[in-house]
């Protein structure tokens, strides 16, 4: 189903709130929703919510300080999400490590899989029942934003484990898209290129900002119009490669899921 404007929500959930694309998820969809918040920083988070009500005084804003590369975490995010009825799930929160797999740390290695991973994966399941149940009662729809990466389509050497879990991320939230297809939600998979923020400090570049770096606000402001419209958005310079690619991998999805789904059925 296709919609002529932006979706309205009324709570949605953003992890990674804290900075970056996440901040500018959460400043947009206060315009129009509620939010549950979540990142490692307290801090961080209680300015971004400062911030917000500022703007927005008339909004509810639920801070869920977690640790996501830990299950306990994620099990406490998803239920302050789950109590507060959210109807938009951001699957935004990730990490990067830049050089050779053979000179990472390899608990770094394990957290930025777990954080990139396993976070999204286990939020979606715990969280999609709660949402689509109440977009079937109350007549209304839900949405899943996943936040891949244009490297997801492709091995990248010196950033292979950050382009391999977001090379999982794309295909597991383009098959659910798939298996989704007809319930009253919808799920887009957004892989932004370079953008402005602290992820590339934090991944171990030194050089400042990415090369060419997008602004975040544009990115969130370009999926929050694209949700409902198309499965994935490609950002940045690459879309104009890599949307094309993405559509043939949609659509391709959307038929393996009639085989599959009918191997499921006669399996029961």
Same mark, same amino acid.
């Given at each position: 189903?296709?919609?002529?404007?932006?979706?309205?929500?009324?709570?949605?959930?953003?992890?990674?709130?804290?900075? @970056?694309?996440?901040?500018?998820?959460?400043?947009?969809?206060?315009?129009?929703?509620?939010?549950?918040?979540?990142?490692?920083? %307290?801090?961080?988070?209680?300015?971004?919510?400062?911030?917000?009500?500022?703007?927005?005084?008339?909004?509810?804003?639920?801070?869920?300080?977690?640790?996501?590369?830990?299950?306990?975490?994620?099990?406490?995010?998803g239920e302050a999400a789950e109590a507060a009825g959210v109807d938009l799930l951001v699957n935004n929160a990730g990490a990067g490590a830049l050089g050779p797999v053979l000179d990472a740390d390899p608990e770094a290695l394990s957290a930025l899989i777990r954080l990139n991973?396993?976070?999204?994966?286990?939020?979606?399941?715990?969280?999609?029942?709660?949402?689509?149940?109440?977009?079937?009662?109350?007549?209304?729809?839900?949405?899943?934003?996943?936040?891949?990466?244009?490297?997801?389509?492709?091995? %990248?050497?010196?950033?292979?484990?950050?382009?391999?879990?977001?090379?999982?991320?794309?295909?597991?939230?383009?098959?659910?898209?798939?298996?989704?297809?007809?319930?009253?939600?919808?799920?887009?998979?957004?892989?932004?290129?370079?953008?402005?923020?602290?992820?590339?400090?934090?991944?171990?570049?030194? @050089? @400042?900002?990415?090369?060419?770096?997008?602004?975040?606000?544009?990115?969130?402001?370009?999926?929050?119009?694209?949700?409902?419209?198309?499965?994935?958005?490609?950002?940045?310079?690459?879309?104009?490669?890599?949307?094309?690619?993405?559509?043939?991998?949609?659509?391709?999805?959307?038929?393996?899921?009639?085989?599959?789904?009918?191997?499921?059925?006669?399996?029961?």
């Open positions: 189903m296709l919609s002529s404007s932006p979706r309205r929500y009324r709570t949605a959930l953003v992890t990674g709130a804290s900075s @970056g694309i996440g901040e500018a998820f959460a400043k947009r969809l206060a315009k129009t929703s509620d939010l549950v918040l979540t990142a490692r920083s %307290v801090e961080d988070l209680e300015r971004v919510r400062s911030e917000i009500l500022t703007a927005q005084p008339e909004r509810t804003v639920r801070l869920a300080p977690a640790d996501l590369t830990q299950p306990a975490g994620v099990e406490a995010v991973v396993e976070a999204p994966v286990r939020l979606s399941r715990a969280l999609l029942p709660g949402m689509l149940l109440r977009a079937e009662t109350g007549g209304g729809r839900a949405g899943l934003i996943d936040v891949a990466s244009s490297a997801a389509f492709a091995p %990248v050497p010196n950033f292979a484990a950050y382009a391999a879990s977001k090379a999982f991320l794309l295909s597991f939230s383009e098959a659910l898209s798939a298996e989704l297809r007809g319930r009253p939600i919808d799920v887009l998979t957004l892989c932004p290129g370079a953008t402005r923020s602290d992820f590339g400090a934090r991944a171990g570049y030194s @050089g @400042g900002q990415l090369p060419f770096a997008a602004d975040p606000d544009r990115v969130a402001q370009a999926a929050l119009a694209a949700i409902g419209r198309v499965p994935t958005l490609a950002t940045g310079p690459e879309g104009v490669v890599l949307t094309p690619a993405a559509a043939g991998r949609s659509l391709f999805a959307g038929a393996l899921e009639r085989v599959t789904g009918l191997m499921s059925r006669r399996g029961a």
